[in-house]
């Protein structure tokens, strides 16, 4: 009896099995049943019968067809000299039958096995042979060009089916607590890419070839992340939460050497004198936090008189090769912003410029961008703004500023009084006034967490905020007035619909390129202009005001563009925020851990119909989880007791003791 064999594609790759129902042939009957080599039966439709050919007599049993079938298969790389020598002499995109090519490459050779296995060659090698099957069937040559290119997609194939070859391996190590890679740099680069899913999730590179089979596709985000950590602590590289968050922001430490070459440049260069009021002689401050390096404003107070006083608020001015196509430009351009966090603070620009040549240090003559206001009981007006320079006589933090307003009634406690005019006005406008509390968390020994609150409200603060806003929302002003396109910061009213019972709530301020008001500032318009060593778009609208300011100064005049940086500055702040903001949590849930059943105050969020619920904790300003007793709503006070904390799941959960006092 003679079996018969049939080629076909079996998940995009050309196979070869035996007929167990006989001859196929290519579009008649019913399916037909092959048995592989391993011994496994699919059916195929006939149409999938591509060639079949009858084999070498055999007694007729299965075993018998199945052994001949595994003598004869092919190997992945069988018949390449063949093929070499047939692809040469074809030309491309011209037809051959397939009757042809057999007899040009098996000379003469009529062995049905050799006509079979040429035509799975044939059909394996797609990068070169384009398979015509309503043709005979034939192939034909590819061009060059679709060689390469599809050559290209098999390697990227072959390595796809690699990788996951090696996730396979790496994941049962893993799972069993056995991490013994053969191939340390294939393991790292998985590692890699483990943590680039736990830090990027679903938009990481990553998560499309990797999740499913890892497991990972249907799982809540919480269980991914505690899942996914696991796997690199068994690894031995997991980096801590606070690595994981700052990846997912993007936030970067290192510059690289032509930005460090550019920065060490610019910091040996000394100051621009020309074509600026020199205020070096008249006494200039900074007031900034006592850890602050990168001093980006300073306060002049110019003359006083009944009623009122003039004063100059400098802004730092980079330098003036700050501009598009500078690797310190595109780069600040791309970092959007200095990232501050407690595991450190990563600069848009080099430290030798952000605390070296473009900071406001005591001492050193530096460029500014000088703003000039009278200032009355309750209103301001610009006098001018102009390119200055200015040799700072102290950088005061806060406590010290204190001081000198206490010391110096007439002058700087006068100033104190007129930017709490400036504040109260604001605040009739429709401003949101608040007592601010900044926390301090200590992570000098992580053993032992230190959390402080710092009341940021005092008239030191006062004076810094209101000038700032001021210096800002007259920038804005000049920039509409001059009919220049601007990168504004724009917040819409608070709405009474969904107002919290516990916060007054208002949508978050965004960058724009349409000029509209800031209403938690109180301002008709508003833009950012007083951090352009630590804001990408301050750096811009302050190029904008010198380019109104200079003769001939130029501006940005591509609308397109500023709206393109709006999107990014949004998008980029946004991050390092978040990321700030769970690196600062993730430190409190350790100082929750390390003081186990910490009473505080707390607020109720929201309370869920299950009767639990989440609570504000007032100090922390984290929330929590809870099992809420009978009788308490949103926005009620309570006092709670810390009863456990899932640093992995960021959850905290607490146990309500009493109602607190109405406020």
């Known amino acids: 009896m003679t079996p018969h064999y049939v080629c076909f594609f079996r998940g995009g790759r050309p196979a070869i099995g035996w007929l167990e129902d006989g001859r196929g042939k290519r579009g008649a009957g019913k399916s037909k049943a092959v ?18 050919w009858a084999g070498e007599p055999t007694d007729g049993s299965p075993e018998a067809a199945l052994a001949q079938l595994a003598a004869h298969q092919p190997r992945p790389d069988a018949k390449s000299p063949l093929l070499d020598g047939l692809y040469d002499a074809m030309t491309p995109g011209v037809p051959i039958s397939f009757e042809a090519l057999q007899i040009q490459a098996l000379a003469g050779n009529r062995e049905s096995w050799a006509r079979g296995v040429l035509f799975w060659a044939l059909l394996a090698d797609g990068t070169r042979f384009q398979y015509l099957p309503q043709s005979g069937p034939a192939f034909q040559a590819r061009e060059n060009a679709e060689v390469e290119r599809l050559a290209a997609l098999e390697a990227e194939r072959r390595e796809r089916a690699q990788r996951l070859e090696n996730a396979g391996i790496y994941l049962s190590q893993l799972e069993s607590g056995e991490w013994r890679p053969d191939t340390p740099d294939a393991a790292d ?25 890892l497991g990972l596709h249907g799982l809540a985000s919480p269980d991914r992340a505690v899942r996914l950590k696991s796997w690199l602590k068994t690894a031995g590289a997991w980096p801590g939460w606070p690595v994981i968050w700052l990846e997912r922001a993007g936030v970067e430490a290192a510059f690289d050497d032509r930005c460090l070459e550019a920065a060490r440049e610019m910091a040996g260069q000394p100051a621009r004198l020309e074509d600026r009021a020199d205020y070096r002689n008249t006494d200039t401050y900074t007031i900034d936090n006592a850890a602050t390096e990168d001093f980006d404003d300073a306060i002049s107070i110019l003359e006083i008189s009944a009623g009122e006083m003039t004063v100059a608020v400098h802004i730092a001015e980079p330098s003036q090769l700050l501009l598009p196509g500078h690797p310190l430009f595109d780069e600040a351009q791309r970092r959007m912003a200095t990232a501050y966090t407690l595991e450190g603070i990563f600069p848009m620009f080099p430290e030798s410029l952000a605390n070296g040549r473009f900071s406001l240090k005591s001492g050193q003559d530096r460029e500014v961008v000088t703003h000039v206001f009278r200032i009355g009981e309750g ?8 390119p200055g320079l200015v040799r700072v006589r102290e950088n005061l933090d806060f406590a010290r500023a204190q001081k000198r307003i206490e010391d110096h009634p007439a002058s700087w406690g006068r100033l104190a009084l007129l930017c709490g005019g400036l504040r109260d006005a604001r605040a009739g406008k429709g401003a949101f006034i608040q007592e601010r509390h900044e926390l301090a968390v200590d992570i000098a020994d992580p053993q032992r967490i230190r959390v402080t609150e710092i009341t940021r409200s005092g008239p030191a603060h006062q004076i810094v905020e209101e000038l700032a806003v001021l210096a800002n929302w ?25 107002r919290s019972p516990t916060r007054d709530y208002f949508p978050p301020a965004s960058f724009t390129t349409a000029a509209g008001p800031h209403h938690g500032l109180g301002c008709p318009a508003y833009m950012q202009i007083t951090s352009p060593i630590r804001r990408f778009p301050d750096l811009v609208m302050q190029r904008q005001l010198i380019g109104q300011i200079t003769p001939g100064g130029s501006v940005f005049a591509d609308e397109a563009l500023l709206e393109s940086w709006c999107a990014q500055a949004d998008r980029k702040m946004t991050g390092y925020q978040q990321a700030a903001r769970a690196i600062t949590h993730d430190y409190l849930r350790q100082y929750l851990q390390q003081n186990p059943g910490l009473e505080l105050k707390g607020t109720v969020r ?9 609570i504000w904790l007032d100090r922390l300003e984290m929330m929590t989880r809870c099992d809420l007793p009978p009788g308490l709503g949103n926005g009620d006070p309570v006092s709670v007791r810390v009863e456990s904390v899932d640093r992995d799941r960021q959850t905290v959960w607490v146990t309500c003791l009493a109602s607190s006092s109405p406020r």
């Open 606 to 614: 929201r309370r869920h119909p299950s009767d639990t619920g989440k």
């Open 35 to 52: 048995r592989l080599s391993d011994g496994s039966t699919l059916r195929i439709s006939p149409d999938a019968c591509h060639y079949s």
């Open 189 to 213: 680069r998985f590692l890699g890419q483990l943590r680039s899913m736990l830090a990027l999730e679903k938009e990481s590179p990553h998560w499309a070839g990797l999740a499913k089979p």
């Open 379 to 386: 209103w301001a007006e610009l006098e001018r703004i102009e």
């Open 474 to 498: 007259k920038a804005a002003e000049t920039i509409i007035a001059a009919g220049r396109p601007g990168i504004f910061r724009v917040q819409e009213p608070m709405d009474a619909e969904t």
